[in-house]
């Protein structure tokens, strides 16, 4: 079983809808979650992060977390051409006084003008 | 940007070269990392440096061997490369606590010919 896993996709939304990302992870004891977002031949941008069950807003971004389920999820609304990106989650398990981060393989999105 | 610069951001070495990549962070973080990016793989997590000590060193072969100097500096020396390490090798920081957001450098493309 993979320890972070998410749906490569590609996710196809139209502009203007709500792009849902699904990420869902192994190991119980991991404590801090992340989304990054990847354009094409550059490298990962952080764009939310979460730490405690429930949801998290910023702007038109919002991670949803469900420590129980190990499901962690990033929802972007009015979802814009620019958006379009693959979508990389990130879980933090304690490692001595560094937190190692593992990543899904990334879900790539497709906003269709 | 991110606050992470690496030089060179294109190399194209040789299997008999022996080139360096270069990392720089002005985020005052105290550590740093060294991942490698693959096509159709997920990032992979080489090293772990905690205020200049090495903390993990993920099964890398030997052929890459990474330098810490001090808590703003990181370089990877690279010699007798093989043609598959040809990937996308990205610099990234963090703070200790709480949450280790890592922030990540632009990445140096790296083809073995």
């Known amino acids: 079983q993979k320890e972070v896993e998410q749906n490569s996709g590609p996710l196809s939304v139209p502009e203007g809808a709500i792009a849902s990302l699904n990420c869902t992870y192994s190991d119980r004891v991991s404590q801090s979650f992340f989304w990054y977002r990847q354009y094409s031949g550059k490298s990962p941008e952080l764009i939310m992060s979460i730490y405690s069950n429930g949801d998290k807003e910023d702007g038109r971004f919002t991670a949803q977390l469900n420590k129980a389920s190990q499901y962690v999820s990033l929802l972007i609304r009015d979802s814009q051409p620019s958006d379009s990106a693959t979508y990389l989650c990130a879980v933090t398990q304690p490692f001595g006084n560094t937190g190692k981060l593992i990543f899904g393989q990334g879900t790539t999105l497709q906003v269709k003008p | 940007e991110t606050g992470v610069t690496q030089t060179p951001r294109h190399l194209v070495m040789g299997m008999t070269n022996k080139k360096s990549l270069k990392c720089e962070q002005h985020l005052g973080h105290n550590a740093m990392y060294w991942y490698k990016q693959s096509a159709k793989k997920p990032l992979e997590l080489m090293f772990v440096y905690n205020f200049k000590e090495q903390t993990e060193n993920n099964s890398v072969p030997s052929r890459f061997s990474p330098e810490c100097p001090n808590s703003s500096h990181l370089f990877l020396h690279l010699h007798t490369l093989q043609p598959e390490d040809s990937a996308l090798y990205l610099c990234?920081?963090?703070?200790?606590?709480?949450?280790?957001?890592?922030?990540f450098g632009p990445g140096t493309r790296l083809t073995v010919t």
């Open positions: 990234a920081s963090s703070q200790l606590a709480p949450g280790y957001e890592q922030y």
